[in-house]
């Protein structure tokens, strides 16, 4: 699986865009984990390819996480789509990226000439997506939020979500070869949110091999660069901070 941080950021960081993660994996499938507002415009500049995104996962509906939805939608239609596009997320994402697109585009979701193909992934539920298995866990967040496994036949990566991690979470993120988890905050009790001290024993506890923390509060990311460069040395899993841009290959 290859890994694609097309961004790091949380909601309001002028200078990290809002995390997303562009996934390839199994036989070449591509997956976007999140479409929030700065999304799009980082997507397309990496593709020229109107069908090559199979899925979009959509974690929970702060605008950080789906706002970039409409114009997505948009620019494919623009493009000349005609490949069916999953939109997978908990029960209700249907409706919300519907209202979305009647909000930011009038009338236009009828005029795709692609079908979107709305897959519900409740805790409990297993999906097959394009040739990969997809399943969920809830967190703590101020919204609910549903994070992600995705299986192919040589990885599994786990990606958070906004949201404290909860011991149904670290059932789904157990023996995951990437966590992707999110961390507001350096440390202390942050109510809906991760920290990167319970991140660490998160994925300790999981097994993950490898854990990137992302979401991080912008006045503190400077200082928890400086912080995970000195985990980095520690035992445990391998942890790291990535940057916008960034590519991790399993
Ligand atoms: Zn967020
Ligand atoms: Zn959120």
């Known amino acids: 699986m290859k890994i694609h941080f097309l961004g790091v950021g949380e909601a309001c960081d002028e200078r990290c865009p809002n995390t997303s993660l562009h996934v390839t994996a199994g036989k070449g499938q591509r997956f976007l984990l999140d479409c929030g507002f700065t999304t799009p415009h980082l997507y397309f500049a990496l593709s020229s390819d109107q069908d090559e995104l199979d899925a979009v996962w959509i974690s929970h509906f702060h605008g950080d996480h789906f706002f970039g939805m409409p114009l997505l939608l948009l620019r494919f239609w623009e493009m000349g789509r005609r490949k069916k596009l999953v939109i997978a997320g908990q029960q209700g994402t249907r409706e919300k990226i519907t209202s979305a697109m ?16 709305f897959v519900e992934i409740e805790p409990g539920q297993v999906r097959e997506i394009a040739g990969t298995i997809w399943s969920t866990a809830e967190n703590i967040h101020s919204q ?21 991690p909860t ?4 059932t789904l993120a157990a023996g995951c070869d990437l966590i992707v988890h999110e961390a507001f905050r350096l440390e202390g009790e942050v109510e809906n949110h991760g920290n990167i001290m319970n991140c660490l024993e998160f994925a300790g506890r999981a097994g993950g091999k490898h854990l990137a923390l992302v979401h991080v509060e912008r006045t503190c990311r400077e200082t928890a660069k400086i912080k995970v460069a000195g985990l980095e040395r520690s035992s445990g899993p391998h942890v790291f901070l990535p940057e916008p841009g960034d590519m991790f290959v399993l």
């Open 102 to 117: 009647e909000l930011a585009y009038p009338g236009f979701l009828p005029r795709l000439r692609y079908h979107l193909d």
């Open 144 to 164: 609910r939020c549903l994070s992600l496994c995705i299986a192919d036949s040589s990885h599994r990566i786990f990606y958070s979500g906004d949201g404290r």
């Open 167 to 170: 011991r149904e979470t670290e």
